[in-house]
């Protein structure tokens, strides 16, 4: 199977290795991953001005080069994926607003494109029995909490990717892999995603808790799919003039774990970049 | 030439505003069929009506228009008006100038009066061709059906059978009471509703009106108003004051003339609200298990480890007023009776502590917002105004986020239990129900009333009623009385000596009906069939609702209706294309 792939700004820079992984393993399960053409920034926010037809052009590009290439498009950033998505299916209902941007963009984008998460393609095809049977190094004992984060999920409405409340896609794709899914309270609460940018001791503040409970759970490593939460859980962790806790949990994509549990190279893992360094979980 | 009177109405300022009414009596009174015509205030009002029925007699009218309100409003009134001095009362009509004129054109007068003039000329074509038509009687069957023994059903069941007329009460369970058999005490005085309960329940049993039905449900429903045939399936026979073994189950049919549907509420789901752990944590419980354990002989413990708890939390609208994720209502029960629970649970565990988060405090009602503030000032609840939006288990404890909104920051507890004051949904299985009897809903399955002020404990269906909590969330005292409505509804139908039909029903010209059953497909009612032995088409005037579909269908204009004949209908087509022309 091809599917059109929209990599968007961070997996070519800060997350390589969420690409690196992501694009192996979807090689390995038969999905190629086909990076649009000629693709640009998709703007990294939804917009929620009440006339917020400027900031959908970004967006609406990415949406119609996409639509020349396929039915649907992939991406693997949350946040790509949150601002794709939900300007697909605000240009689905609003009609009178997609004629105004192909107006100004003087393309006509259908409103026809599918957006998907690699977690939905795999979902479908091969499904989570199909990938157990394809994983030839099972996980076995490794206790992974499953973290959401909030831009993956919600607002349910416009992403009807699962339940924002009490989602289970990532716990069943860790249970395909062998893996120990952690339930812990915290998994769709906020990182502080932005913020960090401006008000780092915020985001700091409220990762620390989520790493928290991860670890009082029992949690060896926390699964995301989002580059921003990965940074913003793993970059608290750093080792300061300190030293370390000890305590630390490694941050990583869920591609990476499948990478691993596939049996793929370690290059393709691409684990090398994390303040936590999760390699020593996986080496024999 | 007829002799027709025309009263047009001002309705006040609500016509007259807008409809240049005198124009419009002095326009249409030069018709030559028209005798009379006048305009006056409120036709409704006494001297209105006298006005009228002066005319009548003075000028000897044979028909009567009056230019007002909606026909829903005072067709009836102004048919009784006629009729009392010897007019047929189906020769009078109505010829409705506010609704459809006056009130939906205010911004243009002038087009306004020409309108309601074309609308009273078209009156005036129907009247000339109207004929005298008399009410059709059909005999009552004096037995009532009530479905649903809870507290409203019991009341019904109780008040007709006193009154005199048999009662078949048909419960779906294995017991009667409904939920209020699950619960401990009752706001506002804690009086055991077991206790309660047991004294109506032994009275309904041991009625010699009352035949009770356990585990029984109705099946079907055919006929109309005071005919009706009831199937009821897997029924046991309880006999009252006897020990006897229930017969087996078996279907029966039962002839009854009026219907109460008592068939009251289910919980919402605790599994539909995983954030606050329901169905997950299994000290998270809903507010009908918490009443289970404040029962007498119930016991105040944990499910998880049997201990009993000290601090407890109380979440109101849980699933209700939340559109987005739950129900859009509210249950309207739930600040009372988590009121009651906290104090209840302060009286067990006097040095516990009860937190109850809420969005605002509901508590109207005679002694309702007192005994909140009891609880608040008294048993030292803790309110907290706020949404909750989390709860999960730590080690032992139960942790509760949420907001604070009066002191505008996040607060969280960790307690040994808690209790969510989850929404109250239409008892499952009441959309189907529905569809059997053919009643209506709304879109969550709570029956709809006729109507929602003047008519709320009728359905839209003649001699169906309603009563309690299955047309919305009621408390006790709220299903009683209008369990008492009901009732009194069906004993004014039983009082009559027999049922008086309206004759504007659908008939079959006999020699041009061919049978081919068009009108018995269209026929969103069931009233027609064709004729097993006379091979055509006939009409079952109790059922006719008057909709026309059938004459319409009907390729031989053979199916009619009467005063609303071809010819009228035509002719007042005419009139108008002939005005606009
Ligand atoms: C936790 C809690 C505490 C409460 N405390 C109080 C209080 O203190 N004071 C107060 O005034 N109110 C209280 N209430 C509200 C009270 O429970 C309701 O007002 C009351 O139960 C309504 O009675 P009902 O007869 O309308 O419905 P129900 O009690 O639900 O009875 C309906 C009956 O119909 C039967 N039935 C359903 N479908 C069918 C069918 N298809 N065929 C045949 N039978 C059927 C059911 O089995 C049931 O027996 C409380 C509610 C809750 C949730
Ligand atoms: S009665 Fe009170 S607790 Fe229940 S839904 Fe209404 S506001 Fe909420
Ligand atoms: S008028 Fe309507 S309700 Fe009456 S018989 Fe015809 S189709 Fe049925």
Same mark, same amino acid.
């Given at each position: 199977m091809r599917v059109s792939y929209y990599p968007g700004c961070t997996l070519s820079t800060k997350a390589r290795g969420y690409d690196r992984s992501g694009r192996a393993v979807a090689a390995a399960l038969g999905v190629e991953l086909v990076e649009l053409p000629e693709w640009q920034c998709c703007g990294a926010t939804f917009p929620l001005a009440t006339d917020n037809s400027l900031a959908l052009i970004a967006p609406t590009r990415v949406l119609y080069q996409a639509e020349q290439a396929g039915e649907q498009v992939a991406a693997l950033c949350a946040i790509c994926y949150h601002v794709l998505k939900r300007t697909q299916t605000t240009l689905e209902r609003d009609l009178e607003m997609r004629e105004r941007i192909n107006w100004f963009t003087e393309q006509e984008y259908q409103g026809r494109v599918r957006v998907v998460h690699l977690l939905e393609l795999l979902r479908d095809e091969p499904g989570w029995d199909g990938l157990a049977e394809r994983v030839t190094r099972p996980l076995k004992g490794l206790r992974a909490a499953p973290y959401y984060g909030c831009l993956l999920l919600r607002p349910y409405d416009e992403i009807r990717l699962d339940d924002p409340e009490s989602p289970t896609i990532l716990h069943d794709l860790l249970r395909a892999l062998g893996a120990e899914p952690v339930d812990f309270p915290y998994n769709v609460e906020c990182c502080g995603s932005y913020i960090t940018v401006k008000e780092p001791k915020i985001s700091e503040t409220m990762s620390r808790d989520i790493v928290a409970s991860a670890r009082e759970h029992g949690a060896q490593v926390i699964v995301t799919a989002c580059p921003l939460c990965q940074f913003n859980l793993d970059y608290p962790q750093r080792e300061t003039e300190f030293g370390r806790s000890g305590e630390e949990i490694p941050v990583v994509y869920f591609t990476q774990l499948m990478a691993v549990a596939l049996g793929l190279p370690e290059e393709d893992w691409g684990l090398e970049e994390y303040y936590v360094d999760p390699r020593p979980l996986f080496r024999d | 030439m007829s002799r027709i009177g025309l009263f047009v109405c001002h309705c006040g300022i609500n016509i007259a505003a807008t409809v240049d009414v005198e124009r419009v009596a002095e326009v249409v009174g030069r018709d030559s069929h028209v005798v009379f015509a006048t305009d006056y205030k409120y036709m409704c009002s006494d001297p209105g009506q006298q006005l009228i029925k002066d005319a009548i007699v003075e000028h000897g009218l044979d028909g009567v228009i009056v230019a007002a309100c909606s026909p829903g409003m005072h067709e009836k009134t102004f048919r009784a008006t006629a009729a009392a001095v010897g007019l047929n009362p189906y020769r009078c009509e109505i010829a409705n100038i506010r609704e459809q004129c006056s009130w939906v054109h205010q911004e243009e007068p002038e087009r306004a009066t020409e309108k309601a003039i074309e609308i009273v000329r078209t009156m005036v074509e129907k009247v000339r061709r109207d004929e005298d038509l008399v009410p059709f009687e059909l005999p009552i069957t004096r037995r009532a059906l009530v479905i649903g023994g809870g507290?409203?059903?019991?009341?019904?069941?109780?008040?007709?059978?006193?009154?005199? +007329?048999?009662? !078949?009460? !048909?419960?779906?369970?294995? =017991?009667?009471?409904?939920?209020?058999?699950?619960?401990?005490?009752? +706001?506002?005085?804690?009086?055991?509703?077991?206790?309660?309960?047991?004294?109506?329940?032994?009275?309904?049993?041991?009625?010699?009106?009352?035949?009770?039905?356990?585990?029984?449900?109705? @099946?079907?429903?055919?006929? =109309?108003?005071?005919?009706?045939?009831?199937?009821?399936s897997g029924s046991r026979v309880q006999i009252p004051g006897s020990n006897l073994k229930p017969e087996a189950p078996k279907p029966e049919t039962l002839e009854v003339g009026a219907v109460v549907v008592a068939t009251g509420w289910d919980p919402y789901p605790l599994e539909r609200l995983p954030e606050y752990g329901g169905g997950r944590v299994p000290d998270v419980i809903d507010g009908l298990a918490f009443e289970e354990m404040l029962r007498p002989g119930g016991e105040l413990r944990r499910p998880s480890d049997g201990r009993v708890p000290r601090e407890v939390v109380f979440v109101q609208c849980a699933g209700s007023r939340d559109p987005e994720r739950g129900v859009s209502y509210c249950s309207k029960v739930c600040c009372m009776y988590v009121a009651k629970q906290a104090m209840m649970f302060k009286e067990r565990v006097p040095e516990g502590q009860a937190y109850v988060f809420y969005i605002d405090i509901r508590s109207a009602g005679k002694g309702y917002d007192e005994y909140v503030q009891r609880a608040m000032e008294q048993h030292d609840v803790l309110y907290l105004r706020g949404k909750v939006s989390k709860i999960f288990r730590r080690g032992g404890r139960v942790v509760v986020w949420g907001a604070d909104t009066l002191a505008g920051r996040? !607060?969280?507890?960790?307690?040994?239990?808690?209790?969510?004051? @989850?929404?109250?949904?239409?008892?499952?299985?009441?959309?189907?129900?529905?569809?059997?009897?053919?009643?209506?809903?709304?879109? +969550?399955?709570? +029956?709809?009333?006729?109507?929602?002020?003047?008519?709320?404990?009728?359905?839209? @269906?003649?001699?169906?009623?309603?009563a309690g909590a299955g047309q919305g969330p009621k408390d006790i005292p709220e299903a009683v009385a209008q369990a008492g409505g009901a009732a009194a509804k069906v004993l004014q139908l039983f009082a009559q000596e027999a049922m008086v039909q309206e004759p504007t029903v659908a008939y079959v010209v006999e020699e041009l009906c061919a049978a081919c059953g068009a009108c018995v497909a269209v026929c969103p009612y069931e009233a027609r069939e064709i004729h097993p032995v006379r091979g055509i088409a006939t009409v079952n005037a109790a059922l006719c609702q008057t909709c026309g579909a059938c004459v319409v269908a009907c390729p031989n204009k053979a199916s009619r209706i009467h005063n609303w004949e071809p010819g009228q209908v035509l002719a007042m087509a005419d009139v108008l294309t002939e005005m606009s022309s």
């Open positions: - | 507290v409203a059903g019991l009341e019904a069941a109780l008040s007709i059978a006193s009154a005199g +007329y048999p009662v !078949v009460l !048909v419960e779906r369970e294995g =017991y009667l009471g409904g939920k209020m058999a699950r619960l401990s005490g009752t +706001y506002l005085n804690f009086e055991a509703a077991p206790d309660l309960l047991q004294q109506r329940v032994g009275r309904v049993l041991n009625h010699p009106n009352i035949r009770v039905l356990l585990n029984a449900q109705v @099946t079907g429903l055919e006929g =109309y108003v005071g005919n009706f045939k009831a199937e009821v996040p !607060v969280e507890v960790e307690v040994d239990l808690v209790v969510l004051a @989850t929404a109250m949904l239409p008892s499952r299985g009441a959309i189907p129900l529905a569809q059997t009897l053919h009643i209506q809903t709304d879109g +969550y399955g709570f +029956y709809n009333e006729a109507h929602p002020k003047l008519r709320p404990v009728e359905s839209l @269906t003649a001699g169906i009623f309603l």
